[in-house]
């Protein structure tokens, strides 16, 4: 598991700050991190001469005066500043490109998005940034309290789920979390042309078991205890696995849902699991942690790109 000590705090200037910067107080609180970077992108204006002659007393670029009421807040609402390294940063240019070259360059492994439920805005780049950033991220809601008390592991004994668990283990050493995890099953109704009821209920039962003693073996490579963090297994009948993932989180009080995600490209974009898409629609609120191999991102991204 890769530490999460260097963490990135994306700010644009709504009410949506005041919860971020609560949100990162408390991870700041309950992990080793060791630097925060506060960053708000802005888009480039090239204001004409004539324009800015109307507003002589600014004096400044935009983006020093933004940086410099960001620090304000931050100086007032952030009591972490002596504690660990803190920055605020303003970038100017293409937001998706200024935000990627970022996280790269300062190798950010946890990146903190809002996701507005009840505020204006519907996080158009968080998810466009969120299949490309090599970072782990969180993306978490105004609605949700600073807190992470109890965390769900979505499992699928994957490469990337063994990564998810071993950081929900790691993060839960430092908050005292509950760790469970949910197994959502299919059963491949195309090798079942044509069955009855009970047939449906048996090959149920049938998986059920059989995911059961995945569970034991995936634990069991881990080290884990699979008795100290019991998994369930549901039929996903609908084929909709961030639905029982949500309900299965909000029955049990979950305060973080936490996913392993690896990317894919379709040729025209970089795309996310769907379960992470779906599970980052802005409808659920609560907060999903989804969880990256930055080695394997990286590596992606420059095959991809360069």
Not at 28 to 48: C, S
Request: charged letters at 25%; proline letters at 4%.
């Amino acid at each position: 598991m890769e530490r999460l000590d260097n963490i990135l705090v994306c700010m644009d200037l709504t009410e949506m700050d005041d919860f971020l910067i609560n949100y990162a107080s408390y991870l700041v609180e309950q992990t080793n991190a060791q630097k925060i970077y506060f960053l708000h992108l802005l888009q480039r204006y090239d204001l004409p001469r004539e324009i800015l002659s109307e507003f002589p007393d600014l004096k400044q670029p935009i983006s020093k005066i933004i940086q410099e009421e960001l620090e304000e807040k931050l100086a007032s609402s952030f009591p972490h500043s002596e504690e660990i390294i803190t920055e605020v940063v303003v970038l100017e240019g293409i937001k998706s490109d200024s935000l990627l070259q970022f996280t790269r360059d300062k190798k950010i492994n946890l990146t903190l998005f809002g996701k507005k439920v009840g505020y204006f805005g519907r996080g158009a780049l968080a998810r466009r940034i969120m299949p490309l950033t090599p970072s782990s991220v969180i993306l978490a809601s105004e609605t949700a309290l600073p807190k992470i008390d109890n965390i769900l592991v979505r499992i699928d004994f994957s490469k990337m789920s063994e990564i998810a668990m071993l950081t929900a283990v790691g993060l839960s050493q430092h908050t005292g979390a509950k760790v469970f995890a949910l197994h959502a099953y299919k059963i491949p109704i195309s090798h079942f042309p044509s069955y009855s009821p009970e047939d449906e209920e048996r090959l149920q039962l049938k998986m059920g078991k059989h995911g059961e003693k995945e569970y034991l073996k995936f634990m069991k490579k881990l080290k884990l205890d699979p008795e100290a963090i019991p998994c369930s297994f549901q039929y996903d009948k609908n084929y909709d696995e961030a639905q029982l993932l949500y309900h299965h989180g909000l029955v049990n009080q979950a305060d973080l849902i936490m996913i392993g995600s690896k990317i894919k490209s379709d040729l025209a974009n970089v795309i996310l699991d769907q379960t992470s898409e779906d599970l980052a629609e802005v409808e659920k609120n609560i907060p999903v942690m989804i969880v990256k191999d930055r080695k394997q991102t990286l590596g992606f991204l420059e095959a991809l790109f360069d």
